[in-house]
Nanobody, 123 residues
Framework: VQLQASGGGLVQPGGSLRLSCAAS????????TAWFRQAPGKEREGVSC????????YYADSVRGRFTISRDNAENTMYLQMNSLKPEDTAVYYC?????????????????WGQGTQVTVSS
């Protein structure tokens, strides 16, 4: 099982980026998938999660209204559309899969992780 995150880069404040997470050797269908991020000197934190059915979606307060999570089960790919980016969004973003239908706030409950993609928001 591999998760491959991509789409990071350098963007100015107020700009947008779209992250992708592609799975191989496994299917997203029926499992919760999430995005986490880790800023320099800080602990990794949950950003957003989508449940196994796709019917339940969660966002951290800091990104709600600016970020949108989505998933294409047929393509085994998850996305994070990030708009109105702020310097405090600068971090390495990780995708993760939990072998459960339900999302969790606890990163230790996620079974598979992507390698991370750097997002830098700076003028």
């Amino acid at each position: 099982v591999q998760l491959q995150a991509s789409g990071g880069g350098l963007v100015q404040p107020g700009g947008s980026l779209r992250l992708s997470c592609a799975a191989s050797g496994f299917t997203f269908r029926g499992y919760a998938t999430a995005w986490f991020r880790q800023a320099p000197g800080k602990e990794r934190e949950g950003v957003s999660c989508i449940s196994g059915s796709g019917g339940s979606i969660y966002y951290a307060d800091s990104v709600r209204g600016r970020f949108t999570i989505s998933r294409d089960n047929a393509e085994n790919t998850m996305y994070l559309q990030m708009n109105s980016l702020k310097p405090e969004d600068t971090a390495v973003y990780y995708c993760a899969l939990r072998r459960s239908y339900y999302c969790s706030d606890y990163e230790s409950t996620y079974d598979y992780w992507g390698q991370g993609t750097q997002v830098t928001v700076s003028s």
